[in-house]
């Protein structure tokens, strides 16, 4: 099985309450690329 399969969807993962919090306070492109690295 390919390893990146199991890896989380950037959208599903952005979705997460805290990350959504996140985003109030750094702001999406913050977040998006620390979840996307």
Do not use: I, N, S, W
């Not at 599903?12 to 690329?33: C, M, N, Q, Y």
């Amino acid at each position: 099985m390919d390893q990146r399969r199991r890896v989380p969807r950037t959208d599903a993962v952005l979705a997460d309450p805290r990350l959504v919090a996140a985003e109030g306070r750094l702001g999406r492109t913050v977040v998006k690329e620390a979840v996307v690295r």
